[in-house]
Each structure stands twice: as C-alpha cells, then as structure tokens.
C-alpha cells in the first residue's frame, strides 16, 4: 500500500495534537542538513524524518566501520566498508519514503558550505570535531539560518540552539581538540540526539525559546544543567 503523503497522514497522528495541523505542514515544508552521520546523526535523520520534515540533506565524509556498530543504527553489518551518505538515505527512505533525501558523500568546509548548506532552513551539527562545527557555526551565522549542536562523551552531553543574532558555539569551544578515539555508549548518543532533534523541530516552528542556552547534562547522575550564554 502507498503511504500517505500529506501532513494529514496517519503516521503523525499522535504528533498533531501538540504541533498543530500548520505545524505539522510547516515540518513537511522545510529542508533540514544533517552534518555527521555518525551516532548523533543517526538518530537525529531517523527521528526528523519520522516527524515529517519534508527534505534532507544527509552530510558525512566517511564510509561504515565495523567499530560504529554500537552506536549508529544507521547501519548494518551489510553496511560496512559502504559510504554513509547514501547508506543514511536509503534508510531513510525505508522509513519514511514521503521524505527527500539528499545524499553529500563529502565533508563541509568553508569553501564548499554554501552549495552543500544553501538549501538548509536549519543546520543539525552532528559532528566529533570542534574544526568542523566552527565551519557551520560561522556559516550559518552568515547565512542567518539556525544550527542545533550536539556532543556526547562517555556518559555526559551537551545540546544548544543557536539563533541568528544569538550566542555562538565558538563561545564553549574548547582550546584545542580531543586526540584519539571518543568513548562513549550507545543510550547516551541516543539522549543527547534526541534533544538535539527536539531543538530543531521547535526552531522548525518558530519556537527559539530555548536559544542562547547551553544544556549539559550528566547521565551519570540523571542531571542536566542549563547554562546562559552571552553574546
């Protein structure tokens, strides 16, 4: 059977009542860029396109390791050795095949920004790297578009909106880079990315309520912390 399209779709009958039928047809109109399709932008692609956002632009550089099975449920074993970008929007598809997919098998750098990013209503910062999430921090400031930033280490985390306007992420870049392999856990990727795609969808609707804050939170206390940033 031919799934339904529209925002009237069963599929988001359970989501309308708290985002509204505009709502939910302003999510199936907008274009999302997910930069990193790694454990965070695993679940952030899987969750927007379950919601309905209507286009996305799926980002990464790299192809599927066997060391990444714990975390991104992207991928299978079948996967391993394959691009994510296009591994990314054929399940995509698989679950929603209402929502676009636009596979970029390349990293974003300063130069190349604009014409992998231009289309994006809003930026999903799904990256490991500071050097990279500057790049989208400077860009989107720009190009006054919204960016979502997500990071996760061991047992704790760390999500922010950032407004056009707003406090940037420069702002809580650390000195210089981690070296090395990130330790982490496959429920803590999932918290930090499911608030990530939380901030995006209110952003999505207009909702910046939650801007210029730098939320921490600690999984191993059940904690989360949140931090008033300056511009």
């Not at 009958?13 to 695993?42: C, F, H, M």
């Not at 999500?159 to 330790?183: F, T």
């Not at 207009?206 to 939320?215: H, N």
Request: charged content about 25%.
């Amino acid at each position: 059977m031919r799934p339904q399209c529209g925002p009237d779709s069963p599929r988001y009958s359970r989501q309308i009542p708290l985002l509204g039928a505009d709502g939910q047809e302003k999510l199936s109109r907008s274009t999302v860029a997910v930069v990193g399709l790694g454990g965070l932008g695993s679940i952030v692609s899987l969750y927007l396109a379950a919601a309905g956002v209507g286009r996305l632009i799926l980002v990464d550089g790299d192809m599927v390791e066997e060391g990444n099975l714990n975390r991104q449920i992207l991928y299978d074993e079948a996967s391993i050795g394959l691009p994510k970008p296009f591994i990314a929007a054929r399940r995509v598809r698989s679950l929603n095949s209402c929502v676009e997919t636009i596979p970029v098998y390349e990293r974003v750098t300063r130069e190349n920004a604009d014409r992998i990013l231009g289309e994006a209503d809003l930026v999903v910062d799904a990256l490991d790297n500071w050097g990279g999430r500057l790049v989208l921090d400077d860009y989107t400031e720009q190009a006054g578009k919204p960016l979502v930033h997500g990071a996760v280490e061991k047992l704790y985390g760390q999500v922010m909106l950032v407004a056009p306007g707003g406090p940037r992420l420069r702002a809580i870049a650390p000195g210089r880079e981690k070296e090395g392999m990130i330790p982490v856990i496959a429920p803590a990727v999932g918290v930090i990315a499911s608030l990530e795609t939380k901030l995006a969808v209110e952003a999505l609707l207009g909702d910046y309520s939650r801007a210029g804050r730098l939320y921490v939170i600690d999984l191993r206390l059940m904690d989360i912390q949140s931090i008033e940033l300056r511009s």
